[in-house]
């Protein structure tokens, strides 16, 4: 029956050693361990223990906190999240269109500019504004679903993303006549559902290298400022055409830099590349 036991036999050439281990602080434990011909047990202190299961948590909550708001982390999947470092290219996107307004101002730059770029489309703007929709499409640029109603995927089950992305596409191909290939998550939020409902569309999920928050507004120098000191070669950059939670929302600012935007790229030794080629 002593064998069982916690406490070896002195007598049966059992010695008992501390094992080094270290807690998720950083501080050193010793695991006492039974070691002998008939020694089989492991014993700590419950402190020990507990520290051991809160770093194993800790570790796993930070593993799918990155992979819930980090645009580009593989947690959840493949995600694009910038184009090659080799060149000094760039990758302009657009989300949350189509917008009455900043759409057409967009569509009209990059036509001059001869920019090629990709635009996440909101299923229930498309239904609002089909001909924006269309106009993008037409001028041979990259049409993504961003969502029917742009909510954060994160906290929804799979029946509801599903339904999210499946809406969107059916809004969007409606609208421009053919199927969207590539897919972003609005707030870059995911779970693994995301993952499937995307891969049951055959979409590339698609995120981003930097944004500017062009989105709240800090005037146009300050959208293009920002956008010049942060390009780096194979960005995917992220601006805003549209609101995602108001249809006719302020994008005026975007519009109004982006010429801007292209011209210091351009002076700076950058050529734009199409999202296409991501794709590809």
């Known amino acids: 029956m002593g064998r069982h036991n916690h406490r070896p036999d002195r007598g049966s050439g059992a010695t008992r050693r501390d094992e080094p281990g270290r807690t998720r602080e950083g501080r050193t434990v010793r695991l006492a361990t039974d070691r002998g011909p008939d020694a089989r047990h492991l014993s700590a202190d419950p402190r020990v223990i507990a520290a051991a299961v809160a770093g194993i948590g800790a570790a796993a909550a930070g593993t799918l906190a990155l992979g819930a708001y980090a645009p580009n982390s593989r947690v959840f999947g493949d995600v694009i999240?910038?184009?090659?470092r080799s060149s000094r290219t760039l990758y302009l996107t657009f989300d949350d269109g189509p917008n009455p307004t900043a759409t057409a101002s967009v569509l009209e730059t990059l036509a001059r500019e001869r920019v090629a770029a990709g635009f996440f489309l909101v299923g229930e703007h498309v239904r609002r504004y089909p001909e924006l929709a269309r106009q993008v499409a037409?001028?041979?640029?990259?049409?993504?679903?961003?969502?029917?109603?742009?909510?954060?995927?994160?906290?929804?089950?799979?029946?509801?993303?599903?339904?999210?992305l499946e809406d969107a596409h059916g809004a969007i191909s409606a609208a421009v006549?053919?199927?969207?290939?590539?897919?972003?998550?609005?707030?870059?939020?995911?779970n693994p559902f995301v993952t499937a409902a995307a891969?049951?569309?055959?979409?590339?999920?698609?995120g981003w290298t930097f944004g500017v928050w062009d989105s709240d507004r800090p005037g146009a120098e300050e959208i293009r400022r920002?956008?010049?000191?942060?390009?780096?070669?194979?960005?995917?950059?992220?601006?805003?055409?549209g609101d995602g939670y108001d249809p006719a929302g302020d994008r005026s600012q975007t519009a109004a830099?982006?010429?801007g935007v292209i011209r210091d790229a351009r002076d700076a030794g950058y050529s734009?590349?199409?999202?296409?080629?991501l794709l590809a």
């Open 81 to 84: 999240g910038r184009g090659p």
């Open 138 to 164: 037409a001028a041979a640029h990259e049409v993504g679903n961003h969502t029917q109603h742009h909510v954060k995927l994160h906290l929804l089950g799979p029946r509801r993303i599903r339904r999210e």
């Open 177 to 190: 006549g053919r199927s969207p290939r590539a897919f972003r998550a609005p707030h870059g939020y995911r």
């Open 199 to 206: 891969r049951r569309l055959g979409y590339r999920v698609v």
């Open 226 to 241: 920002r956008v010049r000191v942060k390009a780096s070669p194979g960005a995917i950059v992220l601006l805003h055409d």
């Open 257 to 259: 830099a982006l010429p």
């Open 272 to 277: 734009f590349r199409p999202l296409a080629e």
